[in-house]
């Protein structure tokens, strides 16, 4: 059953949580928060680390609580890379990620964006199934993050 979860940009008294939220879910697949990936870092200063790079950053919240975290930043121009998707498990399945990622393709869009880009861990099977559904297409010259093993695309016009 779909959730409806509130989505809106971060502030930067959500910082404490969109951390832990970020760190529980790598830690399911293994990975430590901090290591292999300079994008960890970057969630200690949003929203100001998403703006300076000209992107955004979204929570999903329900009932107080974030249950998921998308942002958006320039790789270069008419490009940009979704980063931090991340969602917590009881809330996957739910449609909240479609939302987060709907309101990331909204928020690029709006800047002409031609190409969204991604890189993720082949372990993170679920997201990956998810991003094909929604268009995605592999093209590891996408992969930024030492961590990651795999990169994706989607043309946006």
């Known amino acids: 059953m779909p959730m ?8 930067a008294a959500d910082v404490p949580a969109v951390v832990d939220l970020v760190r529980e879910v790598l830690a399911e697949f293994g990975i430590a928060f901090g290591v292999g990936a300079q994008t960890d870092t970057q969630l200690q ?13 979204f929570v999903a919240e329900q009932a107080g609580i974030i249950t998921g975290t998308a942002g958006v930043v320039v790789v270069e121009p008419g490009v940009y890379e979704l980063r931090k998707m991340y969602l917590r498990p009881s809330t996957r399945g ?23 880009v991604l890189d993720t861990t082949e372990q993170m099977t679920a997201a990956i199934a998810f991003y094909e559904k929604n268009g995605f297409v ?19 016009r």
């Open 4 to 11: 409806t979860p509130s989505i809106r940009e971060v502030t």
């Open 138 to 156: 592999r093209d590891d010259t996408q992969r930024r993050q030492s961590r990651c093993s795999r990169g994706y695309r989607l043309e946006l």
């Open 45 to 57: 200063s949003l929203p100001a680390s998403y703006q300076a790079e000209g992107g955004a950053f």
């Open 94 to 116: 739910h449609g909240v990620g479609q939302a987060l990622l709907n309101r990331c393709l909204e928020s690029v869009r709006a800047k002409n964006a031609k190409l969204l």
